[in-house]
């Protein structure tokens, strides 16, 4: 398999992958929010994690000018690894994707003592309500 063809495949699952975040939204804005607007209590951005995750992926990419077949497997050990944990550890927040298409993740506690991870399109600020429905325990989206 030659170098271009290899990089037109990751290309396009790149794209493919990208392509599915649009969809994904679109059903979770199908999903009920709760009926009283929940007011915030304190809030962080989660935002300074996606650079980290970035450099998680990046770093041992670049490191090889010309990989050999040792180098590729070597890859998709790797990210099949960083994969595991990103699902295992509850991350899936920390996608950059979602800061491409316009959105932000908050660290949030509500009045009543709830924390959740909220996405949204908004800047979010202690004091701020927010009109959101569950995706899962942990996180919810704003409406």
Known sequence: MSDATLTIEFIALGFLS???LPVAFREARKIQPRAQAAV???????????AGYLVTYLLPLL???????KDWLAYILFIALVGVIYVRTDM???NPLLY???FLVFDVVLEG???YLVVT???L????SIQAAPLRSYLIIES
Do not use: C, M, N, Y
């Open 18 to 20: 990208a392509a599915w």
């Open 40 to 50: 915030i209590k304190s809030v962080s951005d989660r935002g300074g994690e996606v």
């Open 63 to 69: 490191t090889v000018a010309e990989p050999t077949p």
């Open 92 to 94: 899936l927040h920390i």
């Open 100 to 102: 491409l298409f316009g």
């Open 113 to 115: 003592g709830q924390q």
């Open 121 to 123: 399109r908004r800047r």
């Open 125 to 128: 600020h202690p004091g701020d």
